[in-house]
């Protein structure tokens, strides 16, 4: 039997006009929204009355990685931990208002285990757009990130990263990853070390690249590539990739910026995962931190944030990959800078936080993101619509979501203010909605 509600007293940020319209009402019915109105609501439903609040789009975060961060460390205490934080990754996602979310680098096995408890009701999380492990050569970028051996192998359901050296081992990556339901392929392309005291990594040749990108066509499944300097991203424009993550670390040309504009090319730029290093979080000392982080990555991550406090030696960072803190300050400068000009250009800009890519990059705090893609220089209705209505065009996903209109699943986010005039709203989720379903209302 179908179920309709009547959602009502709302103010609406639709994701398609630049103000918010004042006393609105949504009809839902079977997941997705039938009707918009305003006025006197009709009484065709279940009454849901939001008490004046202001109703916007449901976020999409594009670009997460849902499994981490739980520990630095592979021991028993480390993998008990696992388990809870993942559930609360997902959890903080729903918090703060994200209702979709794309992952860029997980294990098969894991993506598999997380969206079944959320199918099950087992956890509370976003619906996930996945490209499973992302693809890299070995001992390319993320140099850091192991190959598990067997048995670990199976215990994480595969690998974080496939290793691959040849164009033939690279299409099989891809087809191995689509075959477990990978919506998106992703690659690397890093060639200068962003790590203290650590040599340059290696990348694909252009046979792979092209490989990679031919498979994933054939599949019908769109490219993300990462990258973290300017070479990349001419790389990333150059095969023509449907998405790429990061913005250099140093400065583009304007050629560069055109060349990415007329291909067509979208970037989730992913500011916030370097300015938390930058600018180490003072909130992770206090009790916010909990909020955030089970008992043992809490542990772990304050210890991470003390040793960045405390100074780097170079005979540490030979035992373990620690940013250059000397010289990321001046490169996070130059990637707002790009990203600045990028969107002076009129190129497509989505939201992604990177969360689990990085120590201090926690889930819950999307806000902080669109925080910095309006100090690049776009309106609060620019940063809003990256997080909404362009995020759903980037992850070919705006038939069905990132604005509300009649038609589209009826996923919404109701907010104590008007997030047009006031973006610290958007840390007062009062309740959100995924596919007609209240998943979680403030105090309950």
């Known amino acids: ?29 079977d997941g997705c929204i039938r009707r918009v109105g305003g006025g006197p609501h009709p ?65 098969p096995g894991l993506m598999r285990k997380m969206k079944g408890w959320i199918k099950k009701g087992d956890a509370i999380g976003p619906r996930i757009v996945c490209a499973n492990a992302a693809i ?11 190959t598990y051996p067997w048995p670990l192998n199976h215990l994480m359901g595969g690998q974080v990263i496939e290793r691959a050296r040849t164009p033939n081992q690279v299409q099989d990556a891809v087809r191995r990853m689509v075959a477990q339901d990978a919506d998106w392929v992703k690659t690397m392309h890093t060639d200068r070390s962003i790590w203290l005291n650590r040599p340059d990594p290696p990348i694909f040749d252009d046979a792979c690249f ?28 150059e095969l023509g990739v449907d998405s790429i993550e990061h913005a250099p670390l140093d400065t583009l040309t304007n050629e560069d910026i055109a060349r990415m504009v007329d291909a067509g090319v979208s970037i989730v730029p992913t500011l916030e995962v370097i300015a938390s290093i930058v600018d180490l979080p003072d909130w992770l000392d206090t009790a916010e931190g909990e909020d955030y982080l089970c008992p043992e990555p809490l542990k772990q ?45 009129g190129a497509t800009i989505g939201c992604g936080t990177d969360s689990g890519g990085a120590p201090f990059a926690v889930f819950g705090r999307i ?34 979501l990132g604005t509300i209109e009649p038609g589209k699943l009826a996923d919404f986010v109701v907010l ?15 309740a959100v909605v995924k596919g007609g379903a209240i998943v979680h209302w403030r105090g309950k």
């Open 136 to 146: 890299s050569l070995p001992q390319g970028y993320p140099e850091f990130v192991p």
């Open 367 to 400: 806000h902080a993101e669109i925080d910095n893609l309006m100090e690049v220089g776009m309106t609060p209705f620019e940063a809003l619509r990256s997080a909404t209505a362009v995020n759903a065009r980037i992850l070919h996903l705006d038939a069905k």
């Open 1 to 29: 039997m179908t179920t309709t509600r009547i959602f009502h007293s709302f103010a609406l940020f639709d994701g398609v006009n630049s103000q918010v319209r004042p006393d609105c009402w949504l009809e839902v019915a």
């Open 43 to 107: 009484r065709s439903g279940e009454a849901v009355d939001l008490g004046g609040r202001t109703v916007i789009p449901g976020l999409i975060d594009a670009h997460v990685h849902l499994a981490y961060p739980f520990t630095t460390k592979l021991d028993p205490v480390s993998a008990l931990a696992a388990t809870p934080q993942m559930k609360l990754n997902l959890a903080n996602c729903i918090r703060s208002g994200v209702t979709t979310v794309r992952d860029l680098a997980c294990t």
């Open 416 to 430: 104590d203010g008007d997030p047009l005039m006031d973006t610290t709203a958007l840390q007062r989720v009062q």
């Open 301 to 345: 991550t304050r210890g991470i944030l003390a040793i960045y406090r405390g100074g780097i030696t170079p005979e540490m960072a030979k035992k373990e990959y620690y940013d250059d803190l000397s010289k990321l300050p001046r490169r996070f400068s130059a990637m707002m800078a790009n990203v600045g000009r990028l969107h002076r250009a």
């Open 210 to 237: 092209e490989a990679l990108v031919d498979e994933a066509r054939k599949l019908d499944r769109p490219v993300a590539m990462h990258h973290l300097w300017a070479s990349g991203f001419r790389k990333a424009v």
